[in-house]
C-alpha cells in the first residue's frame, strides 16, 4: 500500500470565504478557512478540525448529540439549528515567520501533523483521535530542551443564529474553568436539556504549567502532551424518540461527568507511545483491508498542487487513489460501533447552526454515506446506523399509523408498518409529509432499508437478519402495501407519488406511480421475499407480495428511449428540471438490482437517461452518477465523473463540496470506484466490470463482494490476469471468466484462486 498523506506548505488562511452562510443564509460569520483548509481527524464519537497555525492554532471539537431542533423560517430558507459545535482550543504559539512549514494528515494511520522551524528550533505537533481509548491526543514537541511554551484556551460559542426569538428555548450556557492541568468544560444546551462535558489534562515534560484566564500556561517545557476527553447525557434509546416533550428526551440518563473522567483516567494510565500504538492497530485494522493500485507513481508535491494539477489536465491516477482511500478514512473516522452515524457532514461541524442542520436525510444522503462500508470492506461501520435504527424505529411504527390512518384510513390495521420520511436526527425524525405537497413520497423509507439488505448480502450476519434486517425490509414492505392502488388492467400504482426534489415550474411535481416509488416498492418486496425465504417465514403477506410484486411495473422506456421519472411523460424533459440533481428514477439501477445487464434495453434506456441528465452537478450527485454508469458497466462514461469529481468537486482539504461541504460525495465516489471494479449485484462476482481506457493495467486487495466473499484482482491490458477470492463465510461462488459464470462450493475461509 502507498503512503496516502495530505499535505501542504502553507497553514490553514484566515478567511472569510463560508459560500453556505454567505449565499443561503445571508449572514456574515467569518468561515475562518475550516470548509477547504482544515485537516479532520475522529474516532467515531467526536470530530477534531485541525487548522495548523504557528501563531495561534485551532482545534475545534465537534460532537454529533450536541444538537438542537432542525427548523425552518423565511430568514434562514436552508433551514437553521440542528448540531451545534462543542468547543474550541487555542493554543497560542506567537510563532510567526516560520520556516521549513509543513501540516499532512496521514491517512495510512491517521495522524495529523504540524511541523516548522522557529528561532533555530524544530517545532513539531502531533495529533490522533483514538478509538479504542476514546480520546483526542495532541504531542507538542521541539527538538531543543526548554523550548515549549504556549497558552492554552477554551472557547464555546454562545453566538445564537438559531435563536429565533427570545423565549424559544434554543439557548446555550457553558462555565469553563481548570483543576490544576487540566481544563474543564461544563454546559447544557437548553432545549432537549443536552448537558455536555470537556476535559483537556495536559502533561508537561521539564516544564511549568500554570492558570491563566480561562485556560493554562506552559512554560520552558521539553514537551507537552494534550488528552482530551468528551461526552453528553444522549443515549441512543426509543425513549429519546417517543418522548414528546422535548426537555425530557434525556430526563434519567446521567450527566456525563463520570463517563468523561473514567475515560480520561483511563487514557492517562498509558503513555503517549502506548496510547499512538493501541490507535494505530485500532484504526490500520480496519484501514488496511483494502486498497487499489493504479499506478506506482507517488507524486511529491502538495495536495492543493496535486488538486491544481489535476485541474489543468494532469490526471494523475495517484489523485484518484487518494481520494478513493480518503473516503474510506472518513468512515473509519466518522462512523464506529458505540458511537452515533455519520451525518451529512459525518462528524465535523463549524457552526452553531450547521448546513442543512448536519442531520440524517433518507432521500439519498445517508444511503449514499454507507454505500462504501459495504463494498470496501467497512462493514463495522455500518454498525451506528443499524442501532440508530433500533432507537427510532418505535417512533416510525407510531408515524405509520399516523401516516396510515390520516391518509389511507380504508387500509389501517393493527400492523402499518414503519414510516421512514427524508429528514431525521438524534432526537426525532420528521413524519412523512402530506403526500400531495411533500417533495419525497414513501418510497424514501424503502430506499433506506435496501441498506439493510446490502448489509446481510456482503456480510452473511444470520444474527443481524433475524434479529433487525429482516424487521425493517418486512414492516417497510407492510406500509407500502397500504399505499398502493390497483388500476383496470391490474398495476399496483403508488396513489400519491413524488420523485424526490424534483419540480415541474417551480414546483413540486405529484402524480402516481413515478419511478422511484415504484422501483424501491419492487426492490422492498423482492428483498423482503428473498429474506423471508432464508429464514424460513412464510405467512399471508409474504403470498401476498410474492403474488403481486410483478403487478408494480417498476421501470418504463419513453420515447426518446429513457427511463421515465413519470409514467405519463412521453419524450425525455417533459416533466421536471431537465438536470436535477436527484436521479431517483435510477435508484433501480444503483444501489438497487432492478436494471441489470439481464435486460439490455434498461441498460440502454438507464444510459440515454444519464446523459440527458448531464453531468455536471452538485458534489453529492456527481458521486451518484459515478456509481449509475459504473453499474451500466461503461467504464469511460464512469470515468469522467472520476475526473469530474476529483476536478471540480473537492476542496483542498479533499472534503466534497455541494456546495458547502457534505460528507456523502466522498462516500459516493469511493463506493463508486469500488463500484468500477468489482460488482456483485447480478448474482456473481464481475471483476473490472467498468474498467476505463485510461485504467488499463492495476491491482486491487480486500474489496468485498456480496455473498461474504474478499477479493483481490490484478489485470493487465484491461484483461483480467488473477483474482483470488477468500470465503469468509463458506458458501456457493460464482465468478465471472473468460469461459462463462464458474460456480464453486466453499468452506468457511476457504481461498480460491484463479489465473486468467
Known sequence: MKNYTLKYSNETPLVNDDLYLRDHRKCNIPEDGWERWSLPIGNGYMGISIFGRTDKERLLITENSLSNPCTYCDEYPGGAAGLSNFCDFFLTFNHKNVTDYCRSLNINKAICRTEYAYNGTKYTREHFASYPDNVFVTKISADKKNKVSFDINAFVSLNRPYLFKEGDGMGKSAEIF???????????????????????????????????????????????????????????????????????????????????????????????????????????????????????????????????????????????????????????????????????????????????????????????????????????????????????????????????????????????????????????????????????????????????????????????????????????????????????????????????????????YHTQGCAFDQQMIYQCWKDTIKAAEKLGINNNFISYIRENINNLSPVLIGLSGQIKEFREENYY????????????????????????????????????????????????????????????????????????AVGECMATNLWDLHPPFQIDGNFGFTAGVAEMLLQSHEGYIDIIPAIPEKWQNGSFKGLTARGGFTVDAEWKNGKVISVSVLAEKGGTLKIKTPDGIKEINTAEKQLSSFIF
Open 178 to 508: 481548570t483543576e490544576k492541568d487540566t481544563i474543564v468544560i461544563k454546559g447544557r444546551m437548553n432545549y432537549y436539556n443536552i448537558l455536555f462535558e470537556g476535559r483537556m489534562k495536559i502533561i508537561a515534560e521539564n516544564g511549568d504549567i500554570s492558570e491563566n484566564d480561562n485556560g493554562l500556561q506552559i512554560k520552558n517545557a521539553d514537551s507537552a502532551v494534550l488528552i482530551f476527553s468528551c461526552a453528553t447525557n444522549y443515549v441512543s434509546d426509543s425513549k429519546v424518540f417517543l418522548e414528546n416533550e422535548p426537555a425530557k428526551k434525556l430526563e434519567g440518563f446521567p450527566a456525563p461527568y463520570e463517563k468523561v473522567n473514567t475515560t480520561l483516567e483511563n487514557a492517562l494510565s498509558l503513555t503517549y507511545d502506548e496510547l499512538m500504538g493501541r490507535h494505530i492497530e485500532d484504526y490500520t485494522s480496519l484501514f488496511d483491508r483494502a486498497d487499489i493500485s493504479l499506478t506506482d507513481e507517488e507524486p511529491d508535491i502538495t495536495t492543493d498542487k496535486l488538486l491544481e494539477e489535476y485541474r489543468k489536465g494532469n490526471h494523475t491516477f495517484y489523485a484518484e487513489e487518494l481520494l478513493f482511500q480518503y473516503g474510506r478514512y472518513l468512515l473509519i473516522s466518522s462512523s464506529r460501533p458505540g458511537g452515533r452515524p455519520a451525518n451529512l457532514q459525518g462528524i465535523w461541524n463549524r457552526y452553531d447552526s450547521a448546513p442543512w442542520s448536519s442531520g440524517y436525510w433518507h432521500n439519498i444522503n445517508v444511503q449514499m454515506n454507507y454505500w462504501p462500508s459495504f463494498n470496501t470492506n467497512l462493514h463495522e461501520c455500518f454498525i451506528p446506523y443499524i442501532d440508530y435504527f433500533n432507537s427510532y424505529k418505535a417512533l416510525a411504527k407510531r408515524n405509520a399509523d399516523e401516516y396510515i390512518k390520516k391518509y389511507f384510513p380504508e387500509n389501517y390495521s393493527e400492523d402499518n408498518g414503519i414510516a421512514i420520511a427524508t429528514g431525521a436526527w438524534l432526537y426525532d425524525m420528521e413524519k412523512l409529509p402530506d403526500p400531495q405537497t411533500g417533495h419525497s413520497g414513501a418510497g424514501t423509507g424503502a430506499f433506506t432499508v435496501k441498506l439493510f439488505d446490502d448489509y446481510y448480502e456482503f456480510t452473511k450476519d444470520e444474527d443481524f437478519l433475524k434479529n433487525t434486517g429482516f424487521e425493517a425490509l418486512y414492516k417497510m414492505s407492510v406500509l407500502l402495501s397500504k399505499i398502493l392502488e390497483r388500476q383496470d388492467d391490474g398495476t399496483l400504482l403508488s396513489k400519491y407519488s413524488a420523485s424526490p426534489e424534483q419540480c415541474h415550474n417551480d414546483k413540486y
Open 573 to 644: 424533459g417533459d416533466i421536471g428540471e431537465k438536470n436535477h440533481r436527484h436521479i431517483s428514477h435510477l435508484a433501480g439501477l444503483y444501489p438497487g438490482d432492478i436494471i441489470t445487464s439481464e435486460n439490455k434495453d434498461y441498460i440502454t434506456a438507464a444510459q440515454v437517461t444519464l446523459n440527458n441528465r448531464g453531468d455536471k452537478s452538485t458534489g453529492w450527485s456527481t458521486a451518484h452518477k459515478l456509481n449509475l454508469w459504473a453499474r451500466t458497466k461503461n467504464g469511460n462514461r464512469a470515468y469522467d465523473l472520476v475526473r469530474m
